[in-house]
């Protein structure tokens, strides 16, 4: 039997590609160099930044990168840029880039009450770049890309990953398997022990994911946590981890929680969706901040995303898409670099005004994979910006959607009303118990903007009939 070149390269390639993992101190399969680890997650970093958006709160933005980098300094990889950051997203979640780029969303520190939680969700994370998974993950990755055919029989489910290694947000969709979730499991109980934070804590994070879990899946059917919990294993299975691993815990060694002072950080943080970044309201899309509004069709399912707002059909084969025309002077300036891309096809059309504002609507025709879309494209000046709206359908169904686009498109207009300009986001407030109660109690003597179901859960109480301590600190939600 001869020995293709191609077995006789990836034998070589996996000689030469193989380094010590810093966590096993075993060798493992390793075709990504420190320096473009950390470059790309350096990339990735500045795109999520961007993309997503930073808490405004730079004391809030200290305290975690304190947190974190005292955590990772004592690491098996002390030495890479540890950054740590907190994101303007409301759902519960954190994620590790390659080179030590640590991002967890606002929602998750508001889940949590106390300081030895978030240690072990940033060591858990910390895990995730010493044991090296994302590197990893991109190895076997390339190994697809450069055609050697190993890649594709170790992990075909990488196979769709082609850009990979340039970076990007492409690295927040790479899932680890469970064993490495299970790895920073006890890695971050590992680094959080190490700094004598008391280990139980730990189950508390994940007991409070578990019910925020089930509450979404009874609401809607579906889980907001498609991050941190998709492929984690099962929440008892790490609470019983949790449990095992700190019944070796000397008695004594670890026993910092710091509950208080770390409520004291949430106060004021902006809790739930932020109304002044946009929101809906029966199917009306209102910004304060941008003073506009558009009014989707009835029944459609709708999402304001950090860079797009979103309506789609019942059977998700019509779609309106509002953004920004960013590096577009004017309406017309962005209809002609729409239609410079390759494929895209102008009909009629041309200048106009939408409710008094200078506009360029024109129908189009787009060749895609999937085949031909048609739609409607219009531009709108308003504020110092150019508002982009497309409205799309396969082509044999846009006749059967027209009448909705031309309506959808033709409501975009100023907002002048004050009971929508003046909107503001609701905020943590923390409250010290003067006195024993329920908290069903707390909940009508401190009035909360959210239910007493969802106050359970955030302040980690059983229910509304579960009596509290005086003297414990708790969070209300008020809107100011």
Known sequence: MRVSWKARSCVLLLAAGCATNPVTGRRQLSLVPESQEIQMGQQAAVQVSREIGLVPDSSLQRYVQGLGGTLAAASERPALPWTFRVVDDPTPNAFALPGGYIFLTRGMLALMNSEAE????????IGHVTAKHQVTMMSRAQ??????????????????????????????????????????????????????????EMARVFQSLQRVGETERSRSG???????????????????????????????????????????????????????????QQGVFLHPDLRFSVVFPAQWRTQNLPQAVTGSS?????????????????????????????GVQAGQGGRTTVNGLPATVVYFQARTQQGVIAGIAQWVEHGGRVYQLLAFAPGQLFRQYEGLFRQTLGSFSPVSDPAVLNIRPNRIRVVRLPQAMTLADFHRRYPSTIPVEELAIINQVAGPATTIPAGTMLKQVVRE
């Open 143 to 200: 190994l697809a890309q450069i055609g050697l055919g190993l890649g594709s029989v170790l992990v075909p489910e990488l196979q769709n990953f082609g850009g990979l290694a340039s970076g990007g947000l492409q690295l927040l969709f790479l899932r680890y398997s469970r064993d490495a979730e299970r790895q920073a499991d006890a890695l971050g109980f590992k680094y959080a022990v190490g700094q004598r934070y008391e280990p139980r």
């Open 222 to 280: 579906r889980s907001p946590l498609p991050g941190y919990l998709a492929s984690h294993p099962g929440e008892p299975e790490r609470i019983a981890a949790v449990e095992r691993r700190a019944a070796e815990v000397p008695a004594g060694t670890a026993t910092r929680v710091e509950r208080a002072a770390y409520l004291q950080r949430l106060s004021g943080m902006v809790y739930g969706e932020n109304p002044r970044q946009g929101y809906f």
């Open 314 to 342: 019942a059977r998700q084969d019509a779609i309106v898409q509002l953004t920004l025309a960013e590096q577009a002077a004017s309406a017309e300036a962005a209809a002609r670099r729409f239609f410079s891309q390759q």
């Open 118 to 125: 978030l240690a072990t969700v940033l060591g858990h994370e």
